[in-house]
C-alpha cells in the first residue's frame, strides 16, 4: 500500500472527512467571531487605556459603569429603543406585507420601492433624516406650519423626549423592509387551501388572519424580531450620525458610549464593558423569544 | 496688542512681512536670509500625515500646494489622510494603539496627553520655531510640552479661534450702536434681538467646537472653573452656578432648537437669515463673503465681553502636530513641519484662509491679514485669550475625556433646557468628573 493511497483512504473515514470539510468554517468562525469577542471580554477586565494594555482589573470596570448614570441612562435608552423599534417595524412590516401581497397594478415597483430605506447607505439616509429633523430647516417642519398645523418649527432633536422619539421612527423607517419583505415570503409560503376552506368555513377576514396567517407566520417573526433585534440593539451610525448621543446624553445608547468611552476617550477596559454588556440582554431576548416558540 | 517678541520676530524676518503684502508670501531675499533648518530628511523618505478638513476651501488647497512644493524641494514624498474634525482624535488614538499609521498628526487640544510615550520629542524643533519666530503662546506650552518628562510632546500650530459673529443692522434695529463689553450688555443685547423677531443662536447639543467654546467663556468668565490647579474638582461652586443662571436667562433668547445643534447648525442658521448672532470661527463669513456677498457686509466680529472675572477667556479648538516614535523618517517629518509653519507657508497659508487659523507663535499675530480688514482682527488675538480645556487643572487624559464626554455642556444644557436646579446639575457633572479624574 503507498503513503498516498493511505492517506487518500484515511479520508475515506467519514470521521475525518467531516472535520476536514468544516474545518474552514470552523476557522472562520473562530477567528473572526469568537476571537474578537474572547478578546473583548478579557480587554473590559483590564484597565487598558489607548497606548497602554493595563493591567487584570476583574469585574471592577463592570462595578465602575454600573454605578455611572450615564451608562444607566444609555443601557435604559438601549432596551426602550430596542422595544419600540421592534414593535413599529413589526406591525407595519406585516401590514406592508399584507398590502403587498394583494394583486395590483405596478406591484413590482412597489416591491422595489420598498427595499430603498433597507439598501440606501445607513450614513446616507441618516444624513436625510437630519435634515428632516433639522429645528431649522425641517421639511417636515415647513409643510406643517404651511399647511396651519403649527405656527413654528418642531424642535425633533432639542429634547430627550423627541429626540429619542425621532431616533425610533428613524430606525422604523429603516428596518421596516426587513420585516416586510420577509413576511412576504412567510405569506407567499401559505398554502391558498387553507384561505379557501376557511371561506367556505365562513370565516371572516380578521379570523383567517388571526387563525391562519399569524399562526404560520410565527416562525418567520422569531427569526425576523431576533434578527433585527441584534442589528437595533447594535445600532451605532444612525444615531451617531444624528445627536451624537445628546441632547445631554440622552439618546446615548450601548454601542455610542462605548465608542465615546473607549475610542474617543481612549478609556479601552471601561468602553469593552460598556460594549460587552448587552450579551446579558441578548440572552435575556433569546430566552423569552425561544420560550415563545416553544410554548407555541 | 504689541510684544516685543513679536518686534523680535521681524527684525529675525529679514524684510519683515509687512512687506510681503496681502499675498503673505516673502521676498525671496527674506527666504534666503532664514537660517539653515538643523533637520536633514532621511535619504528616500516617505511620509504620512493625517490632518482635519478645513471648513474653508482654501486651507486645504493652500496646505497641499506647499506640501507639494515641499516634496518637489526635498524629494520627501508626503500623503495627506484628511478627516472630519471629531474623526482625528479616534483615528489617531487607534494609531498609536497598533504602532503603524500616519508619521505626524494634526490632532486637537490634549491628544498628546492621552498617548505621550508612544510620541516623538518634539523639543528641537518646538525651541527652534519658538527661537526663529517669536515664542509660544503660554497655552501652546500647556498644551503641548509635558512638564513631567520635561520634553515638548508636540508642535503647537494654533486655535480655529472663535469669537461672536453678529448681523449689525439688527444689533442696531435692537438699541445697540455698539457691541457690549460686558456680561450684562451681551444678555440685553440678545433679549433686544429675540424681541425683533431676530433671535441669537449658541449650540447646547453635542457640538465639539460650538458649544464648548460659548459655555466655558460664560464658566470661566464668572469665575468658575472645572479643577483646581492639583486636579481636584471645583465645578461645584458659586461661580459656576451664577454662569449656569446667566446661561439659562440667555437661553431664553435663543433660536428654538440649540439644544440638538451639531457644529455645523449654527454656520447654516446664520447664513440663512434665521440667527442674528453667535459665536464662531470666521468660516461664517468667509463663506458669505463667497456664496452671499448681500449679507456679508452685514456680518460684524467681536471678541465676545469678559464676565465679572475680568478677563478674556474662550475655549478655542488648539490643534498641534506630534509624530509617532514609529515613523521611520523622524527627520523628514520634522522637516516637513518646520517648513510649512515657516513664514514662507504659513503667512500665505493663514492669509490665503483669511485668518480662520491663528498661529501659536506669537510672530505670526504682525501679519497684515489680522489688520487688512478689521472684521478679521478679533481673530488675531484668539491664540492669547485662549485657556485650555479642564483648566486650572493640568492638560492630560482626563481634561480630554470630559471635554469629549460634553460634561460642561451637558451641566448648562441641564439648568437651560432640561429645567435642572443648578445645584442639581452642578452636582451631576461634579460627580462625572470625578469619576473621569479618579479612572484616568
Partial sequence: MTGGSRLGSRFDSPRVLGYLLIAPAAILLLGLIAYPLIWGVWLSMTSATLGDTGAFVGLHNYAVILADPVFRGAAMFSVLYTVFAEAGKLALGLALALLLNQSFRGQRSARALMLLPWV???????????????????????????????????????????????????????????????????????????????????????????????????????????????????????????????????????????????????????????????????????FFVMRSVRER | MQHPDRRRFLELSAAGLGAAGLSGTL??????????????????????????????????????EHTKNFTAQTGVKVEIQELNWPDVTPKAALAAQVGSGPDIVMGWNDDPFIYPDKLLDMSDLAEYMGKTHGGFYDTARAYCYDPD????????????????????????????????????????????????????????????GDANSWTHLVLWGFGGRQTNPDNSIAINSPETANALEYASELYESMIPGV????????????????????????????????????????????????????????????????????????????????????????????????????????????????????????????????????????????????????????????????KMTTKDAMRKAESRLMTIYKHT
Fill in chain 1, 120 to 286: 440606501a447607505p445607513t450614513v446616507l439616509s441618516a444624513l436625510a433624516w437630519l435634515w428632516l429633523l433639522d429645528p431649522q430647516f425641517s421639511a417636515v417642519s415647513w409643510l406643517l406650519v404651511h399647511l396651519h398645523v403649527i405656527s413654528r418649527n418642531l424642535d425633533f432633536l432639542g429634547t430627550p423626549a423627541t429626540a429619542r422619539a425621532s431616533l425610533i421612527v428613524v430606525n422604523i423607517w429603516r428596518g421596516l423592509p426587513y420585516f416586510a419583505i420577509g413576511y412576504l415570503a412567510g405569506l407567499q409560503s401559505i398554502s391558498k387551501d387553507l384561505y379557501e376552506a376557511a371561506a367556505i368555513d365562513g370565516a371572516t377576514g380578521w379570523q383567517a388572519f388571526r387563525r391562519i396567517t399569524w399562526p404560520l407566520l410565527a416562525p418567520i417573526t422569531t427569526i425576523l424580531v431576533a434578527f433585527s433585534s441584534i442589528f437595533t440593539l447594535t445600532d451605532f451610525q444612525l444615531i451617531w450620525t444624528i445627536t451624537r448621543g445628546g441632547p445631554t446624553d440622552a439618546t446615548q445608547v450601548f454601542t455610542t458610549l462605548a465608542y465615546q468611552r473607549a475610542i474617543v476617550s481612549g478609556q479601552l477596559g471601561e468602553g469593552a464593558a460598556i460594549a460587552i454588556s448587552p450579551i446579558v440582554f441578548m440572552i435575556v431576548l433569546a
Fill in chain 2, 27 to 64: 521676498p525671496s531675499a527674506a527666504a534666503a536670509a532664514a537660517p539653515a533648518s538643523p533637520f536633514k530628511p532621511e535619504p528616500g523618505a516617505s511620509i504620512q500625515l493625517l490632518r482635519w478638513t478645513g471648513f474653508v476651501k482654501n486651507d486645504d488647497v493652500i496646505w497641499a
Fill in chain 2, 149 to 208: 518628562v520635561k520634553r515638548w510632546v508636540a508642535l503647537p500650530v494654533g486655535v480655529t479661534g472663535n469669537a461672536v459673529v453678529y448681523r449689525q443692522s439688527w444689533m442696531h434695529q435692537a438699541g445697540f450702536e455698539t457691541f457690549p463689553k460686558d456680561f450684562p450688555g451681551f444678555l440685553k443685547l440678545a433679549q433686544g434681538l429675540k424681541k425683533i423677531d431676530h433671535p441669537c443662536g449658541f449650540s447646547l447639543g453635542h457640538a465639539v
Fill in chain 2, 259 to 418: 439644544s440638538g445643534w451639531l457644529d455645523p447648525s449654527n454656520n447654516q442658521a446664520f447664513l440663512a437669515g434665521q440667527c442674528s448672532m453667535t459665536m464662531n470661527g470666521i468660516s461664517i463669513w468667509y463663506v458669505a463673503k463667497d456664496q452671499f456677498p448681500a449679507m456679508a457686509p452685514d456680518i460684524y466680529h467681536a471678541l465676545p465681553p469678559a464676565g465679572p472675572s475680568k478677563q478674556h477667556s474662550i475655549m478655542n479648538n488648539f490643534t498641534s502636530a506630534y509624530i509617532f516614535k514609529y515613523s521611520k523618517y523622524p527627520q523628514a517629518a520634522k522637516e516637513y513641519l518646520r517648513y510649512m509653519l515657516d513664514e514662507a507657508q504659513a503667512a500665505p497659508w493663514v492669509t490665503g484662509m483669511r485668518g480662520y487659523v491663528t498661529l501659536a507663535l506669537k510672530g505670526y499675530a504682525e501679519l497684515p491679514i489680522w489688520t487688512s480688514d478689521p472684521k478679521i482682527t478679533p481673530y488675531r488675538d484668539s491664540m492669547e485669550v485662549t485657556r485650555f480645556d479642564g483648566y486650572s487643572g493640568r492638560p492630560g487624559r482626563a481634561p480630554a475625556q470630559a471635554l469629549t464626554e460634553f460634561v460642561i455642556v451637558d451641566m448648562f444644557a441641564d439648568v437651560a433646557v432640561n
